[in-house]
């Protein structure tokens, strides 16, 4: 298994382009999110997606679109890119139990590095 | 504002010491978990807990959540060179993340 996969691992861009960054995983996992981390503020929610078609907004959803077509793909869209989303993006997927689950083993991609100027 | 506070930011130690860091909070959760980041990678879960009081122990590592689920340690002995990294706690089904703390082993 690949377990989490992410490209690119480093991508520069203009104030209001637009891309997407891919994410994949092959464990079959239901659970899978995006984060952003930055200096001095640690990793930040920002969409998540509990299975195939449904998906929801974490702590920093604005500017951000995602879509969950498939089980294994998550891609993370920035429509029209602003330098104050400079940030390292990490995907991360977990599977899902029936009943209440507690403190699921999360695991996370490689990171992509994104600099809009 | 910070829902998870991490101390200290950062750490510096010779090979050999004992160290603790914090992961405090004034809300209560279900279960926290610990990780450790290393440059240019992804957070790799060392370690959940979900009972107030609870320690666990991952051979120099010992993880203890407060009795009243509001905060968490990660105590580390005889630090080695390896356990370099940045050391994250997450709360909620890693809903929050704190800010860290980065350590460094001096050999």
């Known amino acids: 298994n690949a377990g989490v996969t992410q490209t690119p691992k480093f991508q520069v861009l203009k104030t209001g382009q637009s891309m997407t960054l891919q994410c994949a995983q092959d464990m079959n996992h239901e659970y899978m999110s995006w984060y952003r981390q930055d200096p001095g503020m640690g990793l930040r929610l920002i969409h998540y997606s509990v299975g195939a078609g449904i998906t929801d907004q974490g702590e920093v959803p604005n500017g951000y679109n995602v879509s969950r077509s498939t089980t294994e793909d998550f891609p993370l869209r920035l429509l029209s890119a602003a330098p104050s989303q400079t940030s390292v993006y990490f995907c991360?997927?977990?599977?899902?139990?029936?009943?209440?689950?507690?403190?699921?083993?999360?695991?996370f991609g490689p990171g992509t590095r994104l600099l809009v100027l | 504002t910070q829902l998870l506070e991490q101390s200290p930011q950062f750490l510096s130690i010779q090979e050999g010491e004992n160290l603790t860091v914090y992961c405090n909070s004034s809300s209560v959760f279900s279960s926290l978990q610990w990780y450790r980041q290393e440059p240019g990678e992804g957070p790799v879960l060392l370690v959940t807990?979900?009972?107030?009081?609870e320690v666990k122990k991952l051979k120099r590592l010992t993880f203890q959540f407060g009795d009243a689920r509001k905060d968490s340690s990660l105590h580390i002995t005889a630090a080695q060179p390896g356990d370099t990294g940045l050391y994250l706690c997450?709360?909620?089904?890693?809903?929050?993340f704190g800010t860290g703390t980065r350590l460094t082993v001096i050999p």
């Open positions: 997450a709360a909620q089904n890693n809903l929050f």
């Open positions: 807990v979900v009972t107030g009081g």
């Open positions: 991360a997927s977990s599977p899902r139990t029936s009943g209440r689950v507690r403190g699921e083993t999360q695991y």
